[in-house]
């Protein structure tokens, strides 16, 4: 696999080297690996989740994106919780990112056409 430096996604990489790692499963079985791996076994039993396609991305990137989309349309928000400590310098366990937007009547339909795209 070669990367081209400013295309590079971190969960991409990780993805890509934690399917070399398990080369010889099928892609059902490599998708039950990583929800044991990240969530835990007990989560393994949602054939409904295992049986669809799903995207990993990480919560850096899901962030930026709606702070893009929120940008566009002028509509004012604040990120806080784990993504924001990280961003500022400070590391912190959790993986989650808290969204406070304020959004005006005239917006939501703008909104919600721009996150359907």
């Given at each position: 696999?070669?990367?081209?430096r400013?295309?590079?996604?971190?969960?991409q990489?990780?993805?890509?080297?934690?399917?070399q790692?398990?080369?010889n499963?099928t892609n059902?079985?490599?998708?039950?690996e990583?929800?044991?791996?990240?969530?835990?076994e007990?989560?393994?039993?949602?054939?409904?989740?295992?049986?669809?396609?799903?995207m990993?991305v990480?919560?850096?990137?899901?962030?930026?994106?709606?702070?893009?989309?929120?940008?566009?349309?002028?509509?004012?928000?604040?990120?806080g919780?784990?993504?924001?400590?990280?961003?500022?310098?400070?590391?912190?366990?959790?993986?989650?990112?808290?969204?406070?937007?304020?959004?005006?009547?005239?917006?939501?339909?703008?909104?919600?056409?721009?996150?359907?795209?």
């Amino acid at each position: 696999m070669q990367y081209h430096r400013a295309s590079i996604q971190p969960q991409q990489i990780w993805w890509d080297l934690f399917r070399q790692q398990q080369d010889n499963l099928t892609n059902k079985q490599l998708k039950i690996e990583y929800i044991k791996f990240k969530l835990g076994e007990e989560y393994c039993s949602i054939n409904r989740l295992i049986d669809t396609d799903f995207m990993i991305v990480s919560e850096i990137y899901l962030a930026v994106t709606l702070a893009e989309i929120l940008d566009n349309l002028n509509i004012p928000y604040y990120l806080g919780c784990g993504i924001a400590s990280s961003f500022w310098g400070e590391r912190r366990q959790t993986e989650d990112v808290d969204i406070a937007v304020i959004l005006e009547l005239e917006k939501i339909q703008q909104l919600i056409t721009a996150l359907s795209a």
